[in-house]
């Protein structure tokens, strides 16, 4: 049987040395960090939202931008071309001025 006397010593060593350390410094109370937590995990939900809709409007945009250009390649918009590349019709040329240049 260990002698009294020497496990108070030690008791009393062990506590000396938790006392010169001192208490954490970021150390918060478990409310605190519980709801810290939860926050956190909140924004990153909303994030995961956020991000689903950006792909989600991405690809609907990528819909899009097929169908118009399937449709300026169709065949009846292709008088409008020329041999150069260059439209036949300026839609931001002043409508008196066509033909003069």
């Not at 006397?5 to 010169?20: K, Q």
């Not at 609907?60 to 041999?83: G, H, Q, S």
Request: contains cysteine; hydrophobic residues 40%; glycine residues 6%.
């Amino acid at each position: 049987m260990t002698c009294p006397s020497t496990s108070s010593f030690g008791l009393i060593l062990l506590l000396i040395g938790y006392a010169a350390a001192g208490p954490e410094p970021d150390l918060q109370p478990r409310a605190v960090r519980s709801s810290a937590c939860q926050e956190h995990m909140n924004l990153h939900d909303r994030l995961d939202v956020v991000e689903k809709k950006v792909e989600d409007t991405v690809e609907k945009l990528e819909v899009e931008l097929a169908a118009l250009l399937d449709a300026i390649e169709d065949p009846k918009w292709r008088p409008l071309m020329d041999n150069t590349g260059r439209t036949a019709v300026d839609i931001l040329e002043v409508p008196g001025q066509r033909g003069q240049s």
